[in-house]
């Protein structure tokens, strides 16, 4: 059989890839032959064209040497042949100085910008804010971090974390924004490495943030990261208030005491659940945390008013036109709703909610209040309560005890779940401390299953309570989410075909899904790891915050609440907000907004107003709630 004869072409391009293989003596030799094949004919041309070239070809081959010399950097001397190699040898050593020159200096350009995309350089800041760790909760921190700097002159925020720095950089710009004044730093290493710590200048932050990251061991991270911490600033002088959060509540006193005394540990399972039972009991309150949290918006300051020294503390709550007092710390306690006639020393602070920390200013208030428009009877009676808890998750048994907590008798709780979800044992376990006021109960099902939906009288709930999967060690964080919006999907469908709206809570994981998730645009939806980050974005700038989010968060302590405006105001009465207040300090608490119900569904707070003018005015309905920090 004839050998089939292999291309010319294809031999040739053969030919010129195994001389390249050679190595760069090779390549030289054929950028040498590619330069001299363009530069000698163009040179060539370029004499033979002239006028005034020389006739006698000798002469026009020593014009077309210096042309090629002068392009080429070779000398284009024309002498004896001794002097001809000479200028071609100290040509050809100026041209591998300079060549090596510049080799040596973009080598090192490279090397250095390497080096600062990989985020190795260190950090020459004063009061920043350092980020350990990546998880969603980044975006969060950062983007309210840039909110408290808006005002700043000059601000940073270092991000240390295992990743890519290049890749930190695009999605904090994708998902931040513009950050204003505020310089944002990206460094790449991993958190629990002492040296590597280093690079953002913790000894001369202002505070230190520890996030916790989206997989199992996030706990176990965070406190080998608050330990990196401390071996880092050992020997440095006074250590920054360091602000961390861990999900189970077994590795806070761990993380607590390697963040050292002024730490300040969250644990975001335990917020969380806290937060979906509250909404749980009174639809509408996770807009109000929503509020209270944002930098954007009103939030919380401590200041100093002398002037009040030796009056009681309900003096104070009419004592600020624009801004709303809470309660007030005396040394490191925090006194949140005292009795109103607790006498206020001059070395008190005020907690005060106000739009910013110049703008609560004293002015009288008192004569605002009608009394005439004031409701005298008792407070809506609490009546036992159906909850419909739906998926089982790690927060879900946090969740059955913050119910227990506050139980009327004869609540129950109807858990629904997959066997693989959870077992009797279980929710035995996490219904262990409910004596006779709560019963749990377990019904196995799908909850992505119209059928299992169907069968339950859902309508029949005070509230219903999503919760998503704990995803697989090998799963997106944000997996859970998946069957929770098919779950929310099926529980819009039976509202269409009953015309009754559902009292559901969902909780989320990303809130990306939350414009995903088929719901009415008020309804309460608690993103556990957006609240947290905006928790630590607000201690961070006021570690005595850390208190007051414990107790007003807290299942038997003194909280924020939304009462009916009946049990305050007459219905139909137009009233300032002022007589509201009056109102509430006769029942023991601090009124601090409403929720109107004509505006739940059109303005973009859904209604909920903080800190309203005192002396607005506005006709109060059966249906506006009011806003008020007090006991149950």
């Known amino acids: 059989m004839a050998q089939r004869r292999t291309p010319f072409g294809d031999r040739a391009r053969y030919w010129f890839d195994s001389t390249l293989a050679r190595g760069a003596s090779a390549l030289v030799g054929w950028m040498a032959l590619l330069c001299l094949a363009v530069v000698v004919p163009a040179s060539a041309v370029l004499v033979w064209t002239d006028p005034g070239a020389p006739a006698a070809l000798t002469d026009r081959l020593a014009q077309v040497w210096h042309l090629t010399g002068e392009t080429l950097r070779l000398g284009g001397a024309t002498d004896t042949p001794l002097r001809v190699t000479m200028s071609v040898l100290l040509a050809l050593v100026a041209l591998l100085y300079v060549s090596t ?375 997106p964080p944000d997996t859970p989410d998946n069957r929770t919006l098919v779950t929310l999907l099926l529980l819009r469908q039976l509202e269409e075909a009953t015309g009754r709206e559902l009292p559901v809570v969902t909780e989320l994981i990303d809130d990306r899904n939350r414009a995903l998730a088929p719901i009415s645009p008020g309804a309460d939806v608690i993103i556990s790891g957006k609240l947290i980050g905006l928790l630590m974005a607000q201690i961070s700038q006021n570690r005595h915050l850390a208190a007051v989010f414990e107790e007003l968060f807290s299942a038997d302590g003194t909280g924020v609440r939304l009462r009916p405006a009946t049990d305050y105001v007459l219905p139909g009465h137009e009233t300032p907000f002022a007589t509201v207040v009056a109102a509430a300090r006769e029942r023991g608490e601090c009124a601090i907004g409403y929720r109107s119900h004509d505006d739940s569904s059109t303005t973009p707070g859904h209604g909920v107003r903080i800190n309203p003018p005192k002396a607005e005015r506005r006709r109060w309905t059966i249906e506006d709630e009011v806003v008020v920090v007090g006991k149950d």
């Open 101 to 475: 020159l510049v080799g040596l200096i973009t080598t090192a350009l490279t090397e250095r910008l390497t080096e600062l995309r990989r985020g190795r350089s260190t950090v020459l800041e004063q009061g920043h804010a350092v980020v350990l760790g990546w998880s969603e909760q980044v975006f969060t921190v950062v983007s309210e971090l840039v909110a408290a700097n808006a005002n700043q002159r000059r601000a940073a925020v270092a991000v240390l974390a295992d990743r890519d720095k290049t890749a930190m950089e695009e999605a904090l710009s994708t998902k931040v924004g513009p950050v204003g004044r505020t310089r944002l730093i990206c460094r790449s290493g991993p958190t629990t490495d002492p040296a590597v710590l280093t690079l953002t200048s913790p000894a001369t932050a202002g505070v230190v943030l520890v996030l916790p990251h989206d997989e199992p061991d996030a706990d176990a991270e965070v406190v080998k990261t608050l330990l990196a911490l401390r071996a880092a600033l050992a020997g440095e002088g006074p250590r920054p208030p360091v602000v961390a959060a861990v999900r189970d509540d077994r590795y806070r006193l761990a993380a607590s005491l390697a963040a050292g005394p002024g730490g300040v540990i969250l644990e975001s399972d335990t917020v969380a659940a806290r937060l979906i039972v509250q909404a749980a009991r009174r639809p509408g309150l996770s807009l109000v945390h929503q509020e209270l949290l944002d930098f954007a918006g009103d939030e919380f300051y401590l200041i100093a008013e002398p002037a009040l020294a030796g009056r009681p503390f309900g003096d104070a709550l009419l004592s600020y036109p624009t801004s709303s007092v809470v309660g007030m710390m005396r040394g490191d306690t925090l006194l949140l709703n005292p009795p109103s006639q607790t006498p206020m020393a001059a070395d008190d602070l005020l907690l005060v909610i106000s739009r910013d920390d110049d703008t609560a200013w004293l002015d009288d208030c008192a004569e605002l209040v009608e009394k005439a428009a004031m409701a005298s009877g008792p407070a809506t009676p609490a009546r036992p309560e159906r909850v419909l808890l739906l998926g089982w998750n790690r927060r879900a048994p946090l969740i059955v005890d913050q119910l227990r907590r506050r139980a009327r008798p004869g609540s129950a709780v109807d858990v629904v779940a997959e066997g693989g979800e959870v077992t009797a044992r279980q929710v035995s376990e996490a219904d262990a401390h409910s004596g006779t006021d709560l019963t749990v109960t377990l019904h196995h099902g799908d909850i992505t299953r119209p059928e299992t939906l169907r069968r339950l009288d859902v309508h029949s709930y005070d509230s219903v309570i999503v919760l998503g999967q704990d995803p697989a060690p090998d799963q």
